[in-house]
């Protein structure tokens, strides 16, 4: 059974072969099954990506902490 995420639960995103820290802020249905994840990148993310948000659609790509 897949995890269920919530608002302010602390993941990581899986970008470019490194695990990034983050805080989901938003999360968009899409299917019964699956869900946008829109998670605000921590600080040191935000300066390595030059993005504050990223969604993340696939399951593999996002963990809880």
Do not use: C
């Given at each position: 059974?897949?995890h ?5 639960d602390r ?12 805080t989901i ?38 963990r809880k902490l």
């Amino acid at each position: 059974m897949a995890h269920q995420y919530q608002i302010g639960d602390r993941v990581q995103v899986y970008l470019n072969s490194v695990w990034f820290d983050g805080t989901i802020v938003h999360i968009e249905p899409y299917s019964q099954h699956r869900s946008f994840h829109w998670v605000e990148l921590d600080e040191v993310a935000q300066a390595l990506l030059g993005v504050e948000k990223i969604s993340v659609f696939n399951p593999k790509n996002i963990r809880k902490l």
